[in-house]
């Protein structure tokens, strides 16, 4: 007895979804930001997202060359690796300009990076929403 046809459940689907997931973690991050004004957040899922979402660029730089993407799919990880490496050259610069402090207690996220990483988050769910339809949408793929 064959429980259910899972031919929809490939690796491609599997990475698009959770980096789908991966996006809406960004902006409940930057939310968690704006509320304490740029403060790091003392709270569990904070951190445990914020390790995710670091770790993500390490599973997308990995999912190129592992996972036989389509050719919409390959604008995924490359567009999360481009945010990441640009978030690290911005967010070092942003924090430059105020000096970067001693301890990570002391740190303030600059609210344009957060809104960076807010625009970015929403941009990219799209692009997953897109990749996860693109079977049933009259795409030239």
């Not at 979804?17 to 960004?26: D, E, G, Q, R």
């Not at 930001?33 to 993500?56: E, H, V």
């Not at 050719?71 to 942003?94: D, E, F, K, M, Q």
């Amino acid at each position: 007895m064959q429980i259910a046809n899972l031919n929809w459940l490939t690796p491609q689907f599997a990475y698009i979804t959770l980096s789908a997931v991966v996006a809406v973690l960004i902006w409940i991050e930057g939310e968690m930001l704006k509320r304490s004004k740029g403060k790091l957040p003392q709270s569990k899922f904070f951190r445990i997202s914020s390790l995710l979402d670091t770790a993500w660029f390490f599973v997308s730089t990995l999912a190129l060359y592992v996972i036989d993407l389509a050719p919409l799919a390959i604008a995924v990880p490359v567009a999360y690796s481009i945010y990441t490496i640009y978030g690290w050259i911005y967010g070092t610069r942003l924090l430059k300009r105020k000096g970067i402090p001693d301890s990570p207690k002391d740190l303030v996220v600059p609210a344009k990076y957060i809104a960076y990483s807010q625009s970015f988050s929403l941009i990219f769910f799209a692009l997953c929403l897109l990749v996860l339809l693109s079977p049933w949408l009259p795409l030239p793929i």
